[in-house]
């Protein structure tokens, strides 16, 4: 960092305990507080973290030279990321985790109650404890880079060293609650205009400034505004109605009121720490700060040890396992360097992977078979960068350079140079496989060709290709720019090389990847078809639309079965329901009648038509009287929707035909691990990550519970229910998946 302000070098004094705090002296009387964990890429906090700062702090105080302290990183990219993850999971009563919070909270309000003004300087990510850490400090300067937020609740957690207080004397009750709840994240400018940060400045210039500023605390202590300060000195309508919901008892209780009713009918109950973020808030407007401080200590060591958090812990460590997994077993494989990707079809999905991929500063060609589709694709690329230049989240001149990374023909032109082609063609193999020769004779003997099918075997797809072991499958979700899953599909000729820079190109585009082996709907589609046919299993016995997928999102699905085949389309869940079943039989054969929809022309929200109501823009009428359910539906299947079946009965029905057929694919070799298992259904088919994924789930309730009700269901409903070889075996042996 530049400092042209400094003429001396600073002294160093050693730093106590493990070694994390360095403490270098300037000429000009501020003493910089490096944090650097050693041998790690990023800070985060450890535990001896409280111990060597509350030391530090102690030494600066008694340090007459010191007039004023920066805290700064030593880490290039980072501030400090959070606590450590591995420190949480060893926590094993919620007595010890009330014990780590309070912890936390002594460090911080050591930091917040020096003697001496101490200014944080944040270059990139300040998260969850980070950022605790940072609004303890009595000023904060940071880059354009810095970035700012509580994700603790992803893991089932609530901030646990009083940050959440901070926030809200800073912003306000309202949006620290919002912050709190969501984990999404706070960008520095944002950060400027609400307060949260004094200034934002160069990288060179950091540290300058944060001494600076240091400085003049030192000179003149100035008491920060509150956010209540800020509203009664601006005045108005708009202070004047946030005060009433801030300032007041009876304001509270309704703002504290609407936030439960709301977070009750987003989560059904199912993530406490969203309610213990509350609670913590409301104590904290209501009764102060050290009342809340109790709260908060009390909930985040019986959160800490929680199920919901134990599995969203083990979700987050195998998500960081596969960001290092290559994909490939052979260490010595090396992926291609991806320079340029072709696109076939420019389609939603089509025009959805040119995004993701050009925004990772890879070059696109995109190509349709005509200029209206064409033009389509490359507006709803326009569309996508638009949306986030109006989000703030890329200026201008970013939009514009990623755009110009983007560009289409009717024609193979361009896609000679290509080093990746993926496909999104109709789901057709006669079609899929000549477009594969079409390609061949195009592109470069070592380019990839890459399928973006749902269902079709990979291997039948490179039937005839002149170089097989070019081909792999790249099954991306709808909205690609949305969902996080990749799936990469190897059939048997499959090359290493290929298979490992599919793996990176999905990883450079910011997908979480998994590797499956080939076979008829891989592995995310062929869990999907049971679950899927169960539903429809249940509306033909008369069970009402609405009823099963309340059912399902009441156990945690984000939407229900019956709203995911309109958005997937029936026509698609028809022809895939067919290739799998002629692939595996009669224990994935759907009811009959379904085939009625489609020959009604329903097509699900794409047409407008489906087992809900569309207006003309696609988008759900909302009936009071029938929730919106296109009644119509039930007279085309001759049925009556009058069926009585417990909510229950109906998520065991398509929860076990899910996890069943999940095993089954581990048992017959698609899976490589549970793990993968586990992220492909959460992160691709909205599995409820706090019940863990399949397998997790299975590990939870016990393989002989899981075997018992399978059984059962096999009883009364024959094949479908069949339960899976590895299931058996798993719990004749008291088997665990995950130890």
């Known amino acids: ?208 400034v944060a001494c600076k500023h240091a400085r003049a605390l030192a000179d003149k202590p100035k008491k920060p505004l509150t956010f209540v300060d800020r509203l009664k000195k601006k005045g108005g309508a708009d202070a004047l109605q946030a005060l009433a919901l801030e300032d007041n008892p009876v304001g509270r209780r309704v703002l504290f009121k609407k936030a439960r009713e709301l977070t009750r009918k987003k989560t059904k109950g199912h993530y406490p720490a969203a309610f213990a973020i509350i609670d913590v808030i409301e104590a904290f407007g209501g009764r102060g700060f050290d009342a809340s401080a109790d709260v908060e200590a009390r909930a985040f060591g019986e959160l800490l040890v929680s199920e919901t958090c134990k599995q969203l812990i083990g979700i987050f460590f195998a998500t960081q396992e596969l960001k290092k997994d290559p994909g490939v077993s052979n260490a010595n494989v090396k992926p291609r360097d991806v320079k340029k990707l072709g696109m076939l079809g420019a389609g939603l999905m089509g025009a959805g992977i040119a995004y993701v991929t050009s925004n990772a500063g890879v070059p696109v060609r995109l190509k349709d078979k005509d200029d209206t589709g064409l033009g389509k694709g490359l507006a709803y690329v326009e569309k996508l960068l638009a949306d986030r230049v109006k989000k703030k989240s890329l200026s201008r001149i970013e939009k514009d350079r990623v755009s110009a990374l983007v560009s289409g023909t009717t024609t193979y032109e361009g896609f000679g140079r290509c080093d990746v082609v993926v496909e999104a063609v109709f789901e057709d193999l006669a079609l899929k496989q000549q477009v594969v020769r079409d390609l061949e004779a195009k592109i470069g003997n070592r380019a990839i060709i890459a399928s973006n099918t749902s269902s079709i075997p990979i291997a039948k797809i490179a039937e005839g290709a002149a170089r097989p072991e070019n081909v792999v499958g790249m099954h991306y979700f709808s909205p690609v720019e949305k969902m996080p899953l990749l799936e990469v599909i190897r059939h048997k000729g499959s090359s290493d090389e290929a298979v490992a820079t599919a793996v990176a190109l999905g990883k450079k585009q910011g997908k979480t990847v998994i590797v499956v082996n080939d076979g008829p709907g891989f592995y995310t589609t062929r869990i999907l078809a049971p679950y899927m046919n169960e539903a429809a299993y249940l509306l033909s016995e008369g069970v009402p639309v609405e009823v099963i997928d309340d059912a399902l999102v009441d156990w945690g699905f984000p939407v229900g079965p019956m709203t995911l085949l309109d958005e997937v389309g029936m026509d698609v869940g028809a022809h895939v329901g067919k290739v799998l079943f002629e692939a595996f039989g009669e224990h994935l054969a759907p009811p009959p009648g379904m085939e ?144």
């Open 1 to 208: 960092m530049a400092n042209a302000m400094i003429t001396e070098t600073p002294k160093s004094v050693p730093a106590p305990l493990a070694g994390s705090i360095r403490l270098a002296v300037r000429p000009d009387g501020v003493g910089v507080l490096t944090y650097d964990v050693p041998g790690a890429s990023v800070n985060s906090l450890q535990s001896t973290f409280v111990a060597e700062f509350e030391e530090m702090l102690d030494r600066v105080d008694a340090d007459s030279s010191i007039r004023a302290v920066v805290l700064a990183s030593g880490k290039a990219d980072s501030f400090i990321v959070g606590a450590n993850i591995d420190m949480l999971k060893e926590v094993r009563t919620a007595s010890d985790g009330e014990a780590l919070s309070r912890s936390g909270q002594r460090g911080c309000a050591r930091l917040a109650g020096s003697k001496k003004p101490v200014v944080a300087a944040i270059h990139g990510p300040a998260l969850g404890g980070g950022f605790e850490v940072a609004l303890a400090c009595h000023a904060r300067v940071c880059t354009e880079k810095a970035t700012f937020g509580f994700p603790e609740i992803q893991l089932g957690l609530l901030p646990g060293a009083n940050g959440l207080q901070r926030f809200a004397q800073i912003v306000g009750l309202q949006m620290a609650l919002d912050y709190g709840m969501t984990g999404k994240n706070l960008r520095a400018a944002k950060a400027k205009a609400l307060g949260v940060v004094d200034e934002v400045v160069p990288p060179a210039l950091l540290l300058e």
């Open 596 to 739: 009625k929809l489609v020959a009604d022309g329903r097509k699900g929200r794409k047409n407008k038509r489906g087992v809900y109501l569309y207006d003309d823009k696609g988008n759900r009428v909302k009936d009071g009287k029938t929730r919106g359910v296109d009644t119509s539906v039930y007279a085309t299947l001759g049925i009556t929707p009058t069926a009585k079946v417990p909510p229950e009965e109906i998520q065991m029905r398509l929860v076990l035909a899910f996890v069943n057929e999940a095993l089954r694919c581990l048992g017959e070799g698609i899976l490589r691990s549970p793990r993968d298992g586990d992220i492909g259904a959460i992160f691709g088919l909205g599995f409820p990550p706090f019940r863990g994924g399949p397998f997790r789930y299975v590990d939870s309730i016990g393989p002989a519970e899981i075997l018992r009700r399978t059984e059962g269901y096999r009883d009364r409903f024959g094949a479908r229910f069949e339960p899976a070889p590895t299931l058996v075996n798993l719990a004749r042996n008291n088997g665990r998946f995950y130890r």
